[in-house]
Every structure is written in C-alpha cells, then in structure tokens.
Nanobody, 125 residues
Framework: QVQLVESGGGLVQAGGSLRLSCEAS????????MGWFRQAPGKGREFVSS????????HYADSVKGRFTISRDSAKNSVYLQMNTLKPEDTAVYFC??????????????????WGQGTQVTVSS
C-alpha cells in the first residue's frame, strides 16, 4: 500500500506561482514512478506531468510545457510540481499518483496504482 498526501494548493492570481508537494508513505518510494493529474469542474481527469523512478525521465502535457516543472526527492519520499505563469485554465483539483508497477512515470491514468485525495488550485483572472 502507498499513501499519498498532496499539499500546496490555493488561490493565486494569473501569472503567479504555486508549488505542489506530494509525500508518499507505506512502501519503497525509490522505484516508483510519480505523476500529477488534474480535474477541472465538469471535465475528466487529465495528465499534467510525470517523472520516472530514477528522476531522469519527465513528461509534460503540452498545455503546461515551459511553465511547470516536476521534481522528486527520494530521501523525503516526495514529488513536487512547480507551477509558474499560472493561467485561469489551470484551475483544477490536482492529484498525485504513484506507479508502482513499471516505475517509469507514465502519461496514462490507468497505469497508476495509488492516488492522493487532491489539492485545489484556483487561478483568478
């Protein structure tokens, strides 16, 4: 079992920044791929970013490339999402997810085994 707890969400003006954190517990984190997904009101959950277990491989949705940066600190069992130049369309609940099977940090939702409860990000115009 893996427990994931997100933090760092909040209300920010367009153009501002937020840093999301996700702390994992319950099993070895070092060989686990991690991802961030988001769900806006009335929409399905979509991929945002992911990082492989070694930390070398990262993926980003086109909508966030150049603005968001994913990173991980295995010593702290944590993954982060630095979000800069935020836009109103980034408003969503952001979820952290763990891929304990392949560890590669997939872009596909069903490849993730565990999910956090989500943290709200609201960007005002």
């Amino acid at each position: 079992q893996v427990q994931l707890v997100e933090s760092g969400g909040g209300l920010v003006q367009a153009g501002g920044s937020l840093r999301l954190s996700c702390e994992a517990s319950g099993r070895t984190f070092s060989r686990t791929g991690m991802g961030w997904f988001r769900q806006a009101p009335g929409k399905g959950r979509e991929f945002v970013s992911s990082i492989g277990w070694k930390g070398y491989t990262t993926h980003y949705a086109d909508s966030v490339k150049g603005r968001f940066t994913i990173s991980r600190d295995s010593a702290k069992n944590s993954v982060y999402l630095q979000m800069n130049t935020l836009k109103p369309e980034d408003t969503a609940v952001y979820f952290c997810a763990a891929d304990t099977t392949s560890g590669r940090g997939a872009t596909i939702e069903h490849e993730y085994d565990y999910w956090g409860q989500g943290t709200q990000v609201t960007v005002s115009s």
